[in-house]
T-cell receptor
Framework: NAGVTQTPKFQVLKTGQSMTLQCAQDMNHEYMSWYRQDPGMGLRLIHYSVGAGITDQGEVPNGYNVSRSTTEDFPLRLLSAAPSQTSVYFC??????????????FGPGTRLTVL | QKEVEQDPGPLSVPEGAIVSLNCTYSNSAFQYFMWYRQYSRKGPELLMYTYSSGNKEDGRFTAQVDKSSKYISLFIRDSQPSDSATYLCAMSAEGGAQKLVFGQGTRLTINP
């Protein structure tokens, strides 16, 4: 199993450009989520999905779109990049247990710089 | 005020020491508590996951939750240089580990 994969590893954008961060998992997990990590801020939830076709907003959703057409993939779209979106982006996936969402498995991250 | 507060450190201790990492929180609805370890330029990996007050032990790691004080701790015994990493606490209000709220992370260095 590859686990959670993210592409690209690094990206530099100019202000106003759009792009899609890819996330895929091969563990048949229903729950997937996107976080951003900024210095001194920990990780903050952007969007999450409880299954194919179902997405919802997290703590910091503005400027980002998501969709979930398959169980495996959960892409994150930046509509018009801004310098404030310079960050490290992590995708995570998890399964459901009797207590709800279980352990979240994180990808290696995408480092994004917006100039 | 942040919902979850964690001292960012950095914290530097000698090999073999007992390490104590702590988080406080303000949201009394939090029921699920986690500790993640993150090596430099890597994704976080789960160390401990608890959903009740009290202690949970796994090898050299012990997680402690005190819901009445809104305070959680992670203890590392016999610390090793390989434990050098950033440690993040995380918690959620419902549905297990979904919609996690993270602390800022504590950078820990274990010196040989």
């Amino acid at each position: 199993n590859a686990g959670v994969t993210q592409t690209p590893k690094f990206q530099v954008l100019k202000t106003g450009q759009s792009m899609t961060l890819q996330c895929a998992q091969d563990m048949n997990h229903e729950y997937m989520s996107w976080y951003r990590q900024d210095p001194g801020m920990g990780l903050r939830l952007i969007h999450y999905s409880v299954g194919a076709g179902i997405t919802d907003q997290g703590e910091v959703p503005n400027g980002y779109n998501v969709s979930r057409s398959t169980t495996e993939d959960f892409p994150l779209r930046l509509l018009s990049a801004a310098p404030s979106q310079t960050s490290v982006y992590f995708c995570a996936s998890s399964y459901y247990t009797g207590q709800g969402v279980g352990e979240q498995f994180f990808g290696p991250g995408t480092r994004l710089t917006v100039l | 005020q942040k919902e979850v507060e964690q001292d960012p450190g950095p914290l530097s201790v000698p090999e073999g020491a007992i390490v104590s990492l702590n988080c406080t929180y303000s949201n009394s609805a939090f029921q699920y508590f986690m500790w993640y370890r993150q090596y430099s330029r890597k994704g976080p990996e789960l160390l401990m996951y608890t959903y009740s007050s009290g202690n949970k032990e796994d090898g050299r790691f012990t997680a402690q939750v005190d819901k009445s004080s809104k305070y959680i701790s992670l203890f590392i015994r016999d610390s090793q240089p390989s434990d050098s990493a950033t440690y993040l606490c995380a918690m959620s209000a419902e549905g297990g580990a979904q919609k996690l709220v993270f602390g800022q992370g504590t950078r820990l260095t274990i010196n040989p």
